[in-house]
């Protein structure tokens, strides 16, 4: 089988977790697949656009996602709906994707959280648009919690004029009351090296049946570990990470995977995410 190759695209990109997740993934499904790691900022997309078009594929990572977009002939349904693309496919033509929404959903559903009811989104930036966006589309009732009223509601403004039917309203974190069925961290608060912090009060976490934070490492943030001492069902951001990319191989090549080499590959990745930092 002729070796096909990708790489993922971000300006700059350091450390990623990306070509270990994907080589594997190529494994698993006995494709041939490369995949290396190219820095390429907005400016030079016009000049680089040719070599990423020689490629079978390409993921997108930060500043590159809505650059990305004039030079594709197309976008998915979600895709288009996000405004920004994570994941191309080149054929006969160039198919732009955003897998984030379909890995966070997955990520959900193998930890057997249920999406629907209440549901909390701290943060408003790129993570907690997936969130909020999936949350309304699926009828849950969203409280969307940030330090900056102004940035909440001009989020909840723009994913309102998207999708009509959304059920959001918004707090400050620190005025945060209720329960919740899920309680989603889309902000940094607990990554490396600040892994201390944690996004809520112990008090407003106490409420909150089940708990997903966006923060992959470190791989059990303080968050997730209080929730897990309250009883609640908690799931770390490394899931999603893995589940994403998984979604970019469904498109790629329709590769189909067994949930248990899903599952090592996100304990593997852990680990290897240990020897980097
Ligand atoms: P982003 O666009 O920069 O947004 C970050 C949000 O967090 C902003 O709304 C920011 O508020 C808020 N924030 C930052 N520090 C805060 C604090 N101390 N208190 C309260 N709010 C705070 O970042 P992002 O792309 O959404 O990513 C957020 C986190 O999710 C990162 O840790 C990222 O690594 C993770 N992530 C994980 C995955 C995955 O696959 N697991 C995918 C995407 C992102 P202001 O706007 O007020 O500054």
């Not at 990520?107 to 989104?121: R, T």
């Not at 999936?134 to 969203?142: D, S």
């Not at 976490?205 to 069902?233: H, M, Q």
């Amino acid at each position: 089988m002729k070796k096909r190759n990708f790489a993922v695209i971000g300006h700059p990109i350091g450390h990623t977790m990306s070509p270990f997740i994907h080589k594997r993934l190529f494994e698993l499904a006995h494709e041939n697949g490369d995949y290396t790691v190219l820095d390429i900022s907005p400016d030079e997309l016009p000049v680089k656009i040719h070599t990423l078009n020689e490629l079978a594929g390409y993921n997108i990572t930060i500043p590159n996602k809505q650059a990305i977009i004039p030079y594709l002939d197309r976008l998915d349904r979600k895709a288009a709906l996000y405004g920004s693309v994570n994941t191309v496919k080149n054929g006969e033509v160039q198919e732009g994707f955003t897998t984030d929404p379909d890995g966070f959903l997955k990520a959900l559903e193998y930890a057997n959280i249920a999406f629907s009811g209440n549901i909390c989104i701290i943060g408003c930036g790129g993570a907690a648009r997936t969130f909020l966006y999936e949350a309304a589309l699926a009828g849950c009732h969203v409280t969307l919690a940030a330090r900056d009223m102004n940035k909440a509601n001009s989020l909840v403004q723009e994913a309102v004029g998207k999708i009509p039917l959304a059920d959001i309203k918004t707090s400050l974190i620190s005025e945060l009351d209720g329960e919740f069925d899920l309680l989603a961290n889309a902000t940094p608060v607990g990554m490396y090296p600040n892994i201390d912090n944690m996004p809520v009060s112990e008090k407003a976490l106490s409420r909150c049946k089940n708990v997903f934070d966006a923060v992959y490492n470190p791989l059990e943030t303080v968050l997730i570990r209080k929730a897990k001492a309250n009883g609640s069902n908690a799931v770390g951001g490394m899931s999603m990470l893995v589940w994403q990319a998984v979604v970019a191989h469904e498109i790629w090549d329709g590769s189909v995977y067994n949930i248990h080499d899903i599952d090592q590959l996100i304990e593997d990745s852990s680990t290897k995410l240990k020897k980097i930092f």
